[in-house]
């Protein structure tokens, strides 16, 4: 089975772009392993299993704009261990380390629906970077619409480069590909 675990990033190709997409998904102990049979595609997610690492990655690399997808209970942790002090009105006090300006946007990926609106108010509290809360199951196709948005977006600055502009149009074209498929199969029910 293809996991989270999986992921490759492309650092000859993507590394060139001004935006980078971090995954985060740190497991203390039995987790559940999250299913992605296109993981081969995602190769635009540098992924991290350590909060710290991730969080040093994108600390050091200020130069770049960061999306993160990042599991619910890791961005718990990255909140609760990196300066978030709550005052006795339950305001929250936060250092700029916390959510770095170039970490343009959050999507945070949780078990469970009905833990969407907890995870949404929760993180509200601390900044308004969380731009979607989605599931386990929908993780996959949000990857694969999120990298076309990505793909489309970074290809513009590559146009007078004909051999990275045509890898990344068909890096494009599978993830289409592949984001087709994943919508028929869940159409008929598989």
Request: charged fraction near 20%; aromatic fraction near 12%; proline fraction near 2%.
């Amino acid at each position: 089975m293809n996991t989270i675990n999986d992921i490759r990033f492309d650092e000859n190709l993507y590394s060139q772009a001004n935006h980078w997409i971090v995954i985060l998904h740190q497991i203390e102990g039995v987790g559940l392993a999250i299913s992605l049979p296109n993981v081969h595609l995602l190769t635009f997610m540098k992924f991290f299993d350590n909060i710290n690492n991730s969080r040093n990655y994108i600390n050091t690399n200020q130069h770049k704009i960061f999306t993160l997808f990042a599991y619910s209970e890791n961005i718990k942790t990255w909140f609760m261990n990196n300066n978030v002090i709550p005052t006795q009105l339950d305001n929250i006090i936060c250092n700029e380390n916390v959510i770095p300006n170039h970490l343009d946007q959050i999507i945070i990926f949780c078990q469970f629906t009905d833990e969407k609106n907890y995870w949404r108010d929760w993180t509200r509290r601390y900044t308004d970077k969380v731009n979607k809360i989605i599931t386990f199951d929908q993780l996959e196709r949000e990857t694969l619409i999120f990298g076309m948005k990505y793909i489309d977006d970074i290809s513009t600055h590559f146009r007078n480069n004909q051999n990275i502009y045509h890898l990344l149009r068909q890096n494009h074209e599978n993830l289409r590909l592949a984001l087709t498929n994943s919508l028929q199969n869940a159409a008929n029910g598989q």
